[in-house]
Structures are given as C-alpha cells and as structure tokens.
C-alpha cells in the first residue's frame, strides 16, 4: 500500500535541498508558473544536518511521502527555462534536460573557460549525463526499488539511477529540447581520495548486486510543515542497513 498516494495529485515535484535558499526563492516561482492550471504539489526534502549530501536518501524518504502519480525529482539549481516538458507516460522514465546554460553570480552566462571540466559543453548538448532532473511514475519508482541510498556526498548517485532502470530494461526518454539555466554555486567536487567519493564509484561498478538496495533501507526523523502551499520535509538522523556492501 501506498500511504500518501492521492489520485487528485497528478505531479509531485521533489525538490532535494540545504542552504540554498537564492536557488530556491528563484525556482519556486517558475515551477508555480510551469504548473499553473494542473494538480500538483512541491516538496523540499532538506537535509537538516551538517554531514555530506545524501540526495538519494533524501529523495526515497520524499518519494514515499509524495501524492502525485508522476514524480519528478529536481535540483535546486536547475531553473526551467519556457520549452521544458514534464510529461512522459507509465513506462518511460523522462530526462527533460536537452542543454544547460551556466550562470555566474550575477545570473549572466558564465564563460565556457569559468565552467567545470565535463560540463563545458552542456551549452550544446548534456550527452548521457543523468543528473538535475529527472521524471518516473510512481509505480516505476517502486518496481525500480526507489534509488541506491548508500551513495553519501557528490558522485555517482544519479548514474546509479539511470543505470539501474537501464539493467531493470526501461530505456530513458530524453527532450530534444530542453533547456535549463544553471543556478550558480561553488564546484562541489571532492578530492580524488575522498573515501565516500572512492565508494561512491565502487557502487557504481557494481550495481548489478546492488539492485535490492533501495528505498527501505533507509530511515530518518522526519519532521514536515507547510511552508505557504509547499510541503517542507526536515530530514536527519539517518538510519542505513546493510553497510557490507563497502570495499
């Protein structure tokens, strides 16, 4: 049974989130505006905690307290522009990225010079890229096992995610248009060393004996308000089993 299903809910839009707050006072707007005139609702799943990232324990814990039939799971610094599409059907999982423009500070486009490496051409095309934004149906969210949660800090979660469908024989649909803006913030990669990142690259060599991990392997507190319409989802003390899977 699906607890918070609710058939008057046609969009859930799962925001993962911490200090980002420009990010957000810019994109809850424009997702407002997108969705104008349709049944949706918006949830921001912050980490409420000063340990590294865990977007896909945030995003399975939002996923199940969601009411929506479709679930689109978003970046905050990923700003629609007006030629994004949601849509997609049961058993087509969406990437609605085509291209990304950078900005800097001031919200101009960024050099190409200024960009990170491997993601200087994003003007152009994202390639097979698989992070941002991403759409499923509710029902391909628990066929799929809902997303890897042992991924901690920046790397590897969303190729984990498109990989694992791929593996689970759903082919990724992508926009040939699409394009968002890139919300500016500080290059968030870690060091080569960095242990969670080394483990983060193990689980994803080897997914195929990780597909049983997924959304009921992890728990939080979970604290939830009502922010003006939103439903703000405070998320710590997360709890994890089957931790053998580490090097």
């Avoid at 980490?47 to 970046?75: C, M, P, R, T, V």
């Avoid at 990304?100 to 010079?113: A, C």
């Avoid at 699409?178 to 919300?183: A, R, S």
Wanted: charged share 25%; aromatic share 14%; proline share 3%.
């Amino acid at each position: 049974m699906i607890e918070y299903q609710d058939s008057n809910v046609n969009y859930s839009i799962i925001i993962s989130y911490r200090n980002r707050e420009s990010h957000l006072s810019m994109l809850l707007p424009k997702l407002a505006e997108v969705f104008n005139g349709k049944s949706y609702e918006i949830i921001i799943a912050e980490q409420d905690n000063d340990e590294k990232f865990q977007k896909n324990s945030l995003y399975n814990l939002a996923a199940q307290k969601s009411k929506g039939e479709l679930l689109i799971f978003h970046d905050v610094d990923y700003y629609p522009t007006d030629n994004v599409s949601y849509d997609t059907t049961c058993d087509v999982p969406l990437y609605p990225i085509n291209n990304v423009i950078f900005l800097d500070e001031n919200n101009q486009q960024r050099k190409i010079s200024d960009i990170p490496n491997g993601y200087q051409n994003f003007h152009i095309t994202v390639g097979d890229h698989s992070g941002g934004v991403f759409v499923i149906h509710r029902d391909l969210f628990y066929k799929m096992n809902g997303f890897n949660p042992y991924y901690v800090g920046w790397g590897k979660e969303d190729d984990d995610t498109r990989d694992r469908l791929r593996l689970l024989g759903y082919k990724w649909k992508r926009n040939t248009d699409g394009t968002f803006l890139g919300l500016y913030h500080t290059d968030n990669k870690p060091a080569d060393n960095d242990n969670d990142f080394i483990n983060n690259h193990y689980l994803l060599a080897n997914l195929k004996n990780t597909l049983d991990l997924g959304y009921k392997q992890v728990t939080a507190e979970v604290n939830e308000y009502d922010a003006d319409g939103v439903r703000w989802l405070k998320i710590k003390n997360f709890k994890y089993e089957n931790r053998s899977i580490y090097r």
